[in-house]
């Protein structure tokens, strides 16, 4: 079959490999140029941090091993506090239970050419107004997808985009002083939040989000700097004028339904479901979908309406798990993470994981080192709260038992 | 100024009636031809409930007067029992709490008459593809409004859009047995619903709601009556023959911000917000947006921008609440009113509005009799409740004590 793909990002390359190896012809249709050629970004965000689901994903397309060297380990989170100390937080327990830290054009330009040499046709600067000729077509197009809107033109379709009110900056550290293999961390309330990416060359990208308004009025970074994030503004020497240059970037979220049209048209990452990045899984349930829909055709090969009606059912709760979790995870990052009360109760978390490997797992450990579904995954985070609450209920009991003991003895 | 109105239903061809009267110069655009030469409603729903709001912007207007005569009254809900029996329930209990059923297009010609013996264009039979020459936008061209996709190109536009899972079909009563001057329900649960609305020759329109897949599934409409709605299949002689020939209406639901572009654009109506429409607040809403965004234009008379941000700060707050009653009120409609203890509860409410007349005043009463906003109206109508549980826990309470006085007596 003649399968068309539009969009040669993370999901959309790494489908057409999934899908050259059933024996398609598949064609990529990508707006922008080959990004083995120029070094476009548009300012999109650079670094991603590669989690088990991804790296499942690339696994099975044979690509992990190439890859590896690309990215740099974040063993955990590294928590800047008001008066510059630093506070490391482990991920996990494990020595697997780490993100990866890779630069999305290299991501991509390892998928593109993984499919170019499977066969792919990549064709670049091509802007479509119609769906293109094919017995189907992927709409990995991303968040503002052209193939989801001519999809949903004249059906009832559910559509939901909603702008985050804050936007980001991204500014350059050419040195992390300590803690590079980690996610750092500023949370600074309504103030503001910075998070940073390592990179391979020792430097760090730092992504500063902030409220429109506040951001629109910092009319002298360094001051603004000075006064919220003091021992950042230490580390960002070009920060006056990546700040002018570099652009605002905006934050979406999206949800919609159906995701396929009969056999002939399916939607896939962004296209499908975008969510905040606050919990780092927007790339990796792209690459997820990937799997899922492979799954999808094996157990139908022979009909693609009954592979994309299975793989909108199998997937989209999932997603919209992740939609939520990901809006929760922008508090955490902004607010809890200051909090003494958080971390003990993480600390907690990671003790009970210890104590009953495989049977306690944090909810964090599911979501960025499983492969557990988002869904399955929440579902069982929050029976372990209501044992957690429920053991709190008992100690707080024994406790006033044996007060009592005490005073009747 | 020169202010351009796109959509010549009820929302823009009042507005341009309020606008001709500020002194602008107002064109409105239509893509349909003029409903005063053509017969064509493109099976849009025939009828409307004009309530409270709805009737304040005609009178302001001047049109009220002429609209009357074109009007049914509804005096309150005739709710058919599966065993044929019916009950009425009056709206409220003054003369004026009556709703009054009127043919969209009948509603529509007034308007476009008055506004054009006023001094407004019309240019019908034309369709946008980029917003009219003006100096002011209003984009009342509902659900799927173009000025809304025009305005919201490139920005960072929040947008809801989610259809209910159930289509309509619009059948005629020729004849309707008793209680025309009512709005009759046959409150079918999840297997459907019947609404309907009397029109000025006796006749009366049905709307039947079902869900897609129990509509699609009617092979032979007459035994689905016979068993569903046996009491209506006597009344509907033409059955068969529309159930093949009308088509499925869909409902949709919009949210959306902003509503506005700097002083160039403003949305109203379904294109601001689009509802469900079992509060019956579809029309009157939009029609109070005119009312709301006159009395803007009066306190910022020469500061479109100021006038259009505040049109959206007062009013979207109301409409976001109108779209959770419609969606509350399907379920009312479709179960509750099939409960004595509804009945009984909304008896109170009526006999506690009577006991203390203007400081009761039930929700459904606020929102369909009187044109307090939205919002407030849900507000008050949870003090309200509020009271009534308290008063329930309070009488428990004192047949508690007396019951225990006997014991000791």
Chains 1, 2 share one sequence.
């Not at 157990?299 to 009954?306: G, K, R, S, Y």
């Amino acid at each position: 079959m003649k399968i068309a793909i539009v969009g040669a990002g993370p999901a959309g390359s790494l489908l057409a490999c999934y899908l050259v190896r059933r024996g398609h012809q598949v064609e990529v249709y990508e707006r922008r140029p080959d990004p083995r050629r120029y070094d476009d970004e548009e300012g999109r965000s650079i670094n991603l941090g590669l989690s088990a689901r991804g790296m499942r994903a690339l696994t099975d397309v044979g690509l992990m091993a190439e890859i590896q060297p690309l990215t740099v380990p974040m063993r955990g989170r590294a928590v800047h506090a008001p008066d510059g100390k630093v506070a490391f937080h482990p991920y996990g327990n494990r020595q697997t239970e780490i993100l990866h830290s890779i630069r999305r054009r290299d991501l991509v330009i390892s998928l593109i050419n993984q499919a170019d040499s499977a066969g792919v046709a990549f064709r670049f600067d091509t802007t479509l107004s119609a769906l293109p000729e094919a017995d189907a077509v992927v709409g990995a197009d991303g968040a503002f997808s052209t193939v989801r809107t001519l999809m949903h033109r004249g059906a009832r379709a559910d559509f939901r985009q909603e702008y985050l009110p804050w936007g980001y900056k991204e500014l350059t550290i050419p040195t992390m002083p300590s803690h590079h293999e980690a996610l750092h961390v500023w949370p600074g309330g309504d103030d503001g939040l910075i998070v940073t990416h390592p990179n391979l060359d020792g430097s760090a990208t730092a992504t500063l989000f902030l409220p429109y308004d506040k951001l629109a009025a910092i009319t002298d970074p360094e001051a603004f700097f000075a006064e919220r994030f003091p021992d950042a503004l230490a580390l960002i020497p070009d920060l006056a004028k990546e700040f002018a240059e570099r652009p605002v970037g905006h934050l979406v979220s999206i949800r919609t339904a159906p995701w396929h049209h009969e056999g002939q048209v399916v939607l896939i990452g962004d296209a499908a479901h975008a969510v905040y990045p606050f919990y780092g899984q927007g790339m990796n349930s792209a690459l997820e979908d990937c799997t899922v829909l492979d799954a999808c055709l094996d157990e139908h090969p022979d009909d693609l309406a009954a592979a994309f009606a299975e793989f909108e059912r199998r997937r989209r709760p999932h997603t919209d798990v992740l939609d939520e979790l990901s809006r929760q995870n922008f508090v955490e990052l902004r607010e809890r993470v200051r909090s003494p009360l958080h971390h003990a109760r993480k600390r907690a978390d990671l003790t009970l994981a210890r104590i009953f490997p495989g049977r306690w797992v944090p909810l964090y450990t599911m979501v960025s080192h499983t492969t557990t579904p988002y869904a399955d995954a929440l579902a069982k985070a929050k029976r372990q709260d209501a044992v957690l609450r429920w053991a709190a209920v008992g100690a707080a009991g024994l406790a006033a038992v044996a007060m009592l003991a005490r005073k009747v003895r």
